[in-house]
């Protein structure tokens, strides 16, 4: 669900991904546990010696498409969720890197989330207009949405572009949106406890003297983080 302050903004919701805590099967080589899970093979290097008070840069290293790193203790280390972090020591310390990965059975449980099968699989506050043929000002009035290969078709004064994710996808949903509080896009995505779950999409301003202002909701509940786009 998200919530929209300003007017003129194209929005394309894509990935929910799940990533399921496993098991994971372990390897040593060269005296290193290699863990691999996820189509993801993690590996936090070498064991080091360095005197008390000294630095070094980690050298972990992750072979797959991962969504998420983690380098536990964050005790001495000057970014905890980067591969490899600069780590100050003061005693003697074992840092574990933690990786997740996509589901790859599921990766995608968002329905309609290219928008290519047109208005349907989701909810929105704003009102649908249609493309008409010869006319290009279905979009002027606030508070409206549809959902096109290229804004300029029902709004004379937005930019001449395509999607920006290619391949054979065309489509993305176009808001003028409001000032005040309204959902844009909302979907009920069944979800299992003990996982995690990805969230992403892709959004730009048609103008960047009025910023649009966006707000996430899971189950109600707003997210901490207010995206402001410029």
Known sequence: MGYWTA???LLLICWFSPGKPKSIPK???DG???FSSCNLIVDAGHDTSI?????LILQGSI???SAFLEWTPHDGLNDPFVLHPTATIDSAITYTLTALGFDTANHNLVVNSN???GNTGFYSEQ???SDMPGMQNEMYPNGTYTLIDNPILVNDTWPNCADHTGGAGVN???INGTSTIDTVWCQTIPVLPYHYYMFTGWACPFNVNAPPTLLVSFNGGLSDTLLVFR
Do not use: H, S
Request: proline share 4%; charged share 10%; aromatic share 12%.
């Open 32 to 34: 290193r546990a290699l």
């Open 63 to 65: 072979i797959g498409d």
């Open 115 to 117: 928008f290519e099968q």
């Open 7 to 9: 007017p003129w903004i």
């Open 27 to 29: 390897t040593v080589i």
């Open 51 to 55: 005197c008390i008070g000294g630095q």
């Open 127 to 129: 009102t649908f207009v």
């Open 172 to 174: 993305m949903m176009l």
